[in-house]
C-alpha cells in the first residue's frame, strides 16, 4: 500500500464503516424510541400502506361502536320505560275490575275514576319522555324506527324499530276518554285495556331481541377492533429485546470504529519518521 500524505485509504474505509454503524445505530434507537419497526413509508411501502389501511378501519369501526352504543342506550331507555307502562297497566286493570262492581257508590267510582287518570297521565308522561341524546322510539314521532351503523363502510345498519305507545294508539288503545264512572264504561275500559297489555308485551318482546342483537353486534365490533390492532402491530410494532440487544451491540462496534478510525488517522505521521535525521 502506498504511503502518502494526500491519500488515507485506511481512514476512508474506516470512516465509511462508522458512518454506516452510526446510520444503523440511528435507526435503532428510532425504533426503540418509538416502538415501530415500520414508522414510516420509507422504512416499508407496503407494510406501511397496509397498517395505513387498517388504521382507518379502526378508526372507522370505533365510529360504529359510537353508534350502536348509542342504540343501545336508546333501547335501554324504551325497555325501562315499556316496563313502567306494563305495571301501569297492571295498576289500571285492578282500579277497572274494581269500577265493575255494582255495589260501588257514587263516591267511590269516582274516587277509582279519578286514580285511573291520574295512571293514564303517568303512562303519556313516561312516553313522552322516554328520550336519550334526542331519540325517542316510543312516543308516536318516529314511523321507520331508527338505523344504526354495522359497518365501517356504512354500508349496513341495524334498526331499533318504534312502538307508539301514546294513549288511544294502536299499542295502547285506552285512553283519557274511557272512563270508570258507569259500570259500561269500566267493562269497554276493561277490553281495550286487556289488548293493550297484551300488545304491548309483544312490543317490549320485539324491542327487547333487537336490544339482543344490538348488544351482540356491540361485542362482536369490540373484538373486530382488538383483532384488528393486535394485527397492526404484527406488522409495525418492533421487537425491544431485539432491538436492546442490537444497541448494544452497535455501541460497541461505534467505540471500535472511532478507535479504528484514530488509528489510521495517524498514519501519515509514519511518513515523518522517514525523514528524520539519524
Same mark, same amino acid.
Given at each position: 500500500m502506498t504511503n502518502s500524505v494526500h491519500t488515507n485509504n485506511s481512514a476512508a474505509i474506516a470512516l465509511q464503516?462508522?458512518?454506516?454503524?452510526?446510520?444503523?445505530?440511528?435507526?435503532?434507537?428510532?425504533?426503540?424510541?418509538?416502538?415501530?419497526?415500520?414508522?414510516?413509508?420509507?422504512?416499508?411501502?407496503?407494510?406501511?400502506?397496509?397498517?395505513?389501511?387498517?388504521?382507518?378501519?379502526?378508526?372507522?369501526?370505533?365510529?360504529?361502536?359510537?353508534?350502536?352504543?348509542?342504540?343501545?342506550?336508546?333501547?335501554?331507555?324504551?325497555? #325501562?320505560?315499556?316496563?313502567?307502562? #306494563?305495571?301501569?297497566?297492571?295498576?289500571?286493570k285492578e282500579k277497572v275490575v274494581a269500577a265493575k262492581d255494582t255495589s260501588l257508590g257514587t263516591q267511590s267510582r269516582q274516587l277509582l275514576n279519578a286514580d285511573f287518570q291520574a295512571l293514564l297521565k303517568a303512562i303519556s308522561s313516561a312516553v313522552q319522555n322516554a328520550t336519550f341524546d334526542g331519540g325517542n322510539i316510543l312516543n308516536g #314521532?318516529? !314511523?321507520?324506527?331508527?338505523?344504526?351503523? &354495522?359497518?365501517?363502510? &356504512?354500508?349496513?345498519?341495524?334498526?331499533?324499530?318504534a312502538k307508539n305507545l301514546t294513549l288511544?294508539? &294502536?299499542?295502547?288503545?285506552?285512553?283519557?276518554?274511557?272512563?270508570?264512572? !258507569?259500570?259500561?264504561?269500566?267493562?269497554?275500559?276493561?277490553?281495550?285495556?286487556? #289488548?293493550?297489555?297484551?300488545?304491548?308485551?309483544?312490543?317490549?318482546?320485539?324491542?327487547?331481541a333487537q336490544a339482543k342483537q344490538i348488544e351482540a353486534h356491540n361485542t362482536f365490533v369490540t373484538k373486530l377492533v382488538d383483532t384488528l390492532e393486535s394485527g397492526i402491530g404484527n406488522l409495525v410494532d418492533a421487537d425491544l429485546a431485539k432491538e436492546s440487544a442490537r444497541l448494544q451491540a452497535l455501541q460497541v462496534q461505534q467505540q471500535l470504529g472511532a478507535q479504528s478510525l484514530s488509528i489510521a488517522n495517524q498514519a501519515p505521521q509514519i511518513i515523518l519518521s522517514l525523514f528524520r535525521g539519524g
Open positions: 464503516n462508522l458512518t454506516r454503524t452510526n446510520d444503523r445505530l440511528g435507526d435503532v434507537q428510532g425504533r426503540i424510541s418509538t416502538g415501530l419497526k415500520v414508522q414510516g413509508a420509507k422504512d416499508n411501502a407496503a407494510i406501511w400502506a397496509i397498517a395505513q389501511k387498517q388504521r382507518a378501519d379502526v378508526g372507522a369501526l370505533s365510529a360504529v361502536k359510537q353508534s350502536l352504543d348509542r342504540a343501545t342506550s336508546i333501547a335501554d331507555v324504551a325497555l #325501562s320505560t315499556g316496563e313502567s307502562v #306494563s305495571d301501569l297497566l297492571n295498576q289500571l #314521532s318516529l !314511523t321507520s324506527g331508527i338505523k344504526f351503523l &354495522a359497518n365501517a363502510d &356504512a354500508s349496513q345498519f341495524v334498526t331499533l324499530s288511544g294508539g &294502536a299499542i295502547v288503545s285506552v285512553s283519557t276518554a274511557d272512563s270508570l264512572l !258507569t259500570v259500561t264504561g269500566a267493562t269497554q275500559a276493561l277490553s281495550r285495556l286487556d #289488548s293493550s297489555i297484551g300488545r304491548l308485551n309483544a312490543s317490549l318482546g320485539e324491542i327487547g
